[in-house]
């Protein structure tokens, strides 16, 4: 397959997908019509603690991936928590999350007719998520028996999710408070401050008894501010959802190839060269399976 040439890349800066607050927006990043589309759409949730990050800052990366993969990417921007009481309202989980939910379907159900993205593509959606984005898009594929932090996700979205690519997460809120007492500041702003963050972990999620989905979980040995522990629980608790053989076909680990810090290994390309290799050996592991 040809590669695109990212200099004719067709991109859409802020489209709303969401009325309620200035941050419901996404970009997308069309790979050339003279080129033959990826098998897939590309949705990425960015990291920041839940209280920075924009979209405006993952263009280059945004390109990388589609040029690697030649799939459209969309990178979405949702409401951030305020780092202090005094620059705004609270916005606590879920909130980010419903955010985001929003916009994936929002792409699901508008992503042909007002995005140019071709079915086919929308067909097979890859979520990928970064840090904080790791949860937010885990907790929007599992659920929790809490009422209160529970995300209403249409079976028909979970369906067209063919993959969850997951990187340098946060999935056991008290452990991470654990390892690092430090970081109690932006979970109390994400959260507020609770005796227990159980209900607001995925590590204690359920399935939504749906569609095996294919799942990734990164982790880089050069991370200095999220423990290779977050992706060990989160990696067992996926174990304990699926039957052993079903797990042994959907559930990868890779905590060895990666090896920049944090925030470092999204400006080296073996990040978006691990995205593109995900999304092919899956989507052939479909062909074969189905």
Known sequence: MDKPNTTDAKILQDVEYGKDHPAQKLDVYLPPADV????????????????????????????KIMEKSSCPVVVVNYRLSPRKENEGPPVRHPRHTLDVLEALVFVQTHGSSQLGIAQSALDNIYLVGH????????????????ELYNIPTPPSLVANVKGVF??????????????????????????????SYKDVSPT????????????????????????????EEMWDHLWELYDDKSAHQYIEADWERLRLDHDEILGDDEYPSMIDQFIRETMAKRAVYS
């Open 204 to 231: 204690h999620y359920k399935s939504r008894g749906s569609c095996p989905i294919y799942w990734l979980v990164v982790h880089s040995k050069g991370d200095k501010l999220v423990n290779e522990q977050q992706a």
């Open 131 to 146: 840090s904080c984005g790791a949860h937010i898009i885990t907790s929007i594929i599992l659920t929790t028996e809490s």
């Open 36 to 63: 033959a589309l990826g098998p897939a759409t590309v949705i990425w949730i960015h990291g920041g603690a839940w209280r920075s990050g924009d979209k405006a800052n993952y263009e280059a990366f945004a390109l």
């Open 166 to 195: 997951m990187s340098e997460g946060i999935y056991d809120v008290d452990l991470l408070l654990k390892k690092f007492p430090q970081y109690s500041d932006f979970i109390e702003g994400a959260f507020g401050k609770l005796q």
